[in-house]
């Protein structure tokens, strides 16, 4: 099983007070390698050029420069192996399944609640055992 204390993790969102929120819900479920981006570029950035030890990345549908799902499509092919999760406060249907037909591995509507991420955590751990 996969060890979420040492998963990199990306959490890419426009919104200073949900980045915050995001990364203390993970910080209380034993995850401490905590990457941030305030747009989809440097989010892209990380994920292929800076940082390639993130695993999971959690990306926000509207954000400037890239949405999530544009890093999303990118990351197919940069980086298969990340495990992508779309957040968005918009559970409009049409997002979520655009979100999930571009392969994102998880969708969660804001405000983010600790059971959801932590679901989503043990979705990753499930999916990552050998």
Known sequence: MANMKDAGILIAD???GMRDLLASILK???CSKISLA???TRA???LTRE???IQI???DINMPGLSGIEVMMQMAIARPDCFCVIVTGNSDLRNVMAALELGARGFVVKPY???KIADILAKYERESAP
């Open 28 to 30: 209380g479920c034993g």
């Open 57 to 59: 990345a959690f990306l």
């Open 113 to 115: 609640n600790i059971k």
């Open 14 to 16: 426009d919104e200073g």
């Open 51 to 53: 940082s390639r030890d």
């Open 44 to 46: 892209l950035d990380l």
């Open 38 to 40: 305030a747009d989809g």
